[in-house]
């Protein structure tokens, strides 16, 4: 999505036990000065408003204003709706999100099927 300059360099999972709530970093520009935090949820339950509250306490945590709560599933309404009353943005990505996504940028998908259309090509036979 042009984050980070390269594919390598745009961002590293820091996931694992004792992470503080963040799975990952993304560079938001070439050169690193911002970093976005990512929480990514594989869940086939709703996710609520009181898991977006502890990724924004996590971000507190790291004194980041930025992230992004990824998850297979969806969020509920409240969830949705929660705006921190901080300097902090949030973006909520849910599965159907997350597919779109990934097709559009070509991550972690395969083309199955090609269909190629033709049409008559006027300019070939030129002015006769």
Do not use: C
């Not at 990824?70 to 949705?80: L, P």
């Not at 929660?82 to 097709?103: C, F, H, S, W």
């Amino acid at each position: 999505m042009g984050y980070g300059g390269s594919i390598k360099d745009a961002g590293q999972s820091i996931g694992r036990s004792g992470d503080e709530g963040i799975d990952g970093i993304i560079k938001e520009d070439k050169l690193g000065l911002d970093i976005i935090y990512i929480q990514a949820k594989r869940w086939e339950n709703v996710v609520g408003r009181p898991e977006i509250q502890k990724f924004v306490g996590a971000l507190a945590g790291q004194g980041a204003k930025k992230g992004v709560f990824i998850s297979t599933s969806r969020y509920t309404k409240e969830a949705r709706d929660y705006q921190p009353r901080n300097e902090t943005k949030i973006v909520l990505i849910d599965g159907e999100q997350l597919a779109e996504l990934m097709i559009d940028h070509n991550l972690a998908v395969s083309t199955v099927n090609t269909i190629e259309i033709k049409r008559i090509d006027n300019d070939y036979f030129g002015d006769e």
